[in-house]
């Protein structure tokens, strides 16, 4: 089983990104799937998550506004719209599948993790 995230990259300030993870080897549609960064020297933090069949969804609120999370369950893929980029977003983003139906910020309901991609935001 195995979770690829990958469209990070290295943008400006104001730019966007747009994120994508597919999971491999099994399907997650009864599953929550969330969105986490983890910038240098700092502990992994939650940035957004999107219950099983996507119809509720949690953002932190320092991405609130301009991060959308959602995901196609046929292409088991979820992703992340990042508009207004600033350099605090800069970090590793993982996606990860929660062990429920929906979602959380707490690391612990979450059962698989992606490998990560780096998101660089210049000012």
């Known amino acids: 089983v195995q979770l690829q995230a990958s469209g990070g990259g290295l943008v400006q300030t104001g730019d966007f990104l747009r994120l994508s993870c597919v999971a491999s080897?099994?399907?997650?549609?009864?599953?929550?799937l969330g969105w986490f960064r983890q910038a240098p020297k700092k502990e992994r933090e939650f940035v957004a998550t999107?219950?099983?069949?996507?119809?509720?969804?949690y953002y932190a609120e320092s991405v609130k506004g301009r991060f959308t999370i959602s995901r196609d369950n046929a292409k088991n893929t979820v992703y992340l719209q990042m508009n207004s980029l600033k350099p605090e977003d800069t970090g590793v983003y993982y996606c990860?599948?929660?062990?429920?139906?929906?979602?959380?910020?707490?690391?612990?309901?979450?059962?698989?993790w992606g490998q990560g991609t780096q998101v660089t935001v210049s000012s």
């Open positions: 999107i219950s099983w069949n996507g119809g509720t969804t």
């Open positions: 990860a599948a929660s062990r429920y139906a929906s979602g959380s910020s707490d690391t612990e309901h979450y059962r698989a």
């Open positions: 080897g099994r399907t997650y549609s009864n599953n929550a």
